[in-house]
C-alpha cells in the first residue's frame, strides 16, 4: 500500500531531551516535507526537501532539523525541545517539485508534548 | 498579511444546501493550487487541484483567478459527509517550493 508513516504516532517528552520523529515513504517520491498544526495557526511548513541531500527552511523552522539521506526517508530532529513545540506534527510527501502531479500525500501524524 | 487567507468559518449549512469558499493569496509567483479537506485529528487529504480553466469533480468545483490571485471552492449539494474543515494550499513562488496554507474554513453541514 503507498502510504507516508510517522513514527511515533503519540510521544510525551521533558525540555530538553533530544529527541527525533522519523517518517517515510515507500512512493518513490522526490518531494517530502514536514509542517506543524497549531490551533488557530493552520498547517506551517517546518522543511522541505526536493530530492536527497537538498533541504530548506520552511516558514518556521527554528528549534528543528532535518536531513534526506535517502530519498524515502526524511526524520524531524528536536536536539533540545522546548514546551512551545507541542504540536501536531504532520509529515507529507509528493511525487514532482513542481508541475503536474505535486500534490502531496500526508503521514498520519505526531502528537508531540513537551513539558 | 497572511500569505494564503481563507474565509473564518464556521459555515453551518443544511443538507443539500450550496456553499462556496473563498482564498487569496499573496505571492503572484505561485505555481500550483489546491483544495485539501482535514477531518477532525486527521491528516489532510487532496479534494482538487485548482487550474485557471477551472475544474469540476462531481459535486465539488474550483477556479483559480491569477490575475486577481483569488481561488474559489463550491460544493453543491452538500452531504452529512461533507463537514470537515476545508484548507486552501498554494505551492511555491519566489524564494523556492514552500507550501503555504490557509488557516481553513470549517464547514458543518447539518440534517
Known amino acids: 500500500e503507498a502510504q507516508v508513516t510517522q513514527n511515533p504516532r503519540y510521544l510525551i517528552t521533558v525540555t530538553g531531551k533530544k529527541l527525533t520523529v522519523t517518517c517515510s515513504q515507500n512512493?518513490?517520491?522526490?518531494?517530502m516535507s514536514w509542517y506543524r498544526q497549531d490551533p488557530g495557526l493552520g498547517l506551517r511548513q517546518i522543511y522541505y526537501?526536493?530530492?536527497?541531500?537538498?533541504?530548506d527552511k520552511g516558514d518556521v523552522p527554528e528549534g528543528y532539523k532535518v536531513s534526506r539521506k535517502e530519498k524515502r526517508n526524511f526524520p524531524l530532529i528536536l536536539e533540545s525541545p522546548s514546551p512551545n513545540q507541542t504540536s501536531l506534527y504532520f509529515c507529507?510527501?509528493?511525487?514532482?517539485?513542481?508541475?503536474?502531479?505535486?500534490?502531496?500525500?500526508f503521514g498520519p501524524g505526531t502528537r508531540l508534548t513537551v513539558l | 498579511r497572511k500569505e494564503v487567507e481563507q474565509d473564518p468559518g464556521p459555515f453551518n449549512v443544511p443538507e443539500g444546501a450550496t456553499v462556496a469558499f473563498n482564498c487569496t493569496y499573496s505571492?503572484?509567483?505561485?505555481?500550483?493550487f489546491f483544495w485539501y479537506r482535514q477531518d477532525c485529528r486527521k491528516e489532510p487529504k487532496l479534494l482538487m487541484s485548482?487550474?485557471?480553466s477551472g475544474n469540476e469533480d462531481g459535486r465539488f468545483t474550483a477556479q483559480l483567478n491569477r490575475a486577481s490571485q483569488y481561488i474559489s471552492l463550491l460544493i453543491r449539494d452538500s452531504k452529512l459527509s461533507d463537514s470537515a474543515t476545508y484548507l486552501c494550499?498554494?505551492?511555491?513562488?519566489?524564494?523556492?517550493?514552500?507550501?503555504?496554507f490557509g488557516a481553513g474554513t470549517r464547514l458543518f453541514v447539518k440534517a
Open positions: 507529507a510527501s509528493s511525487l514532482s517539485v513542481a508541475g503536474d502531479y505535486n500534490e502531496q500525500f
Open positions: 505571492n503572484s509567483a505561485s505555481q500550483s
Open positions: 494550499v498554494v505551492n511555491g513562488g519566489t524564494g523556492g517550493f514552500k507550501t503555504i
Open positions: 485548482v487550474y485557471s
Open positions: 512512493m518513490n517520491h522526490e518531494y
Open positions: 526537501s526536493m530530492n536527497v541531500e537538498v533541504t
